[in-house]
């Protein structure tokens, strides 16, 4: 079972820039997708980003250009670089993972590890 903190959410000005970390608690295995998904009030979650065991990413249209996702495979970790931030973003943000590749990387059914969620509000 594989447990999932995030953190680097928070409060910014339009324009600046933030970076969401997500911690597994266990070893990943040899094959997985990471991903991250966004969450507004009274929207339906979507996907933003997701990286595969080989390191091929997909990225999100809306975001595209501005986000980069990333991970550190020694530490477990799965990173969201945010730059240059719309208030549109401002959403709750998940890190999920699951054995496999990306097929469906925006697909949320296709993960089944999620982490709690970290808020970014963007003003």
């Known amino acids: 079972h594989v447990q999932l903190v995030e953190s680097g959410g928070g409060s910014v000005q339009a324009g600046g820039s933030l970076r969401l970390s997500c911690l597994a608690s266990n070893s990943l295995p040899n094959n997985y997708c990471m991903g991250w998904f966004r969450q507004a009030p009274g929207k339906e979650r979507e996907g933003v980003a997701a990286?595969?065991?080989?390191?091929?990413?997909a990225v999100a249209d809306s975001v595209k250009g501005r986000f980069a996702i990333s991970r550190d495979a020694a530490e477990n970790t799965l990173y969201l670089q945010m730059d240059g931030l719309k208030p549109e973003d401002t959403a709750m943000y998940y890190c999920?993972?699951?054995?496999?590749?990306?097929?469906?990387?925006?697909?949320?059914?296709?993960?089944?590890?999620w982490g709690q969620g970290t808020q970014v509000t963007v003003s």
């Open positions: 999920a993972a699951s054995p496999g590749y990306c097929y469906r990387p925006f697909l949320e059914y296709d993960y089944n590890y």
């Open positions: 990286i595969d065991s080989s390191g091929k990413t």
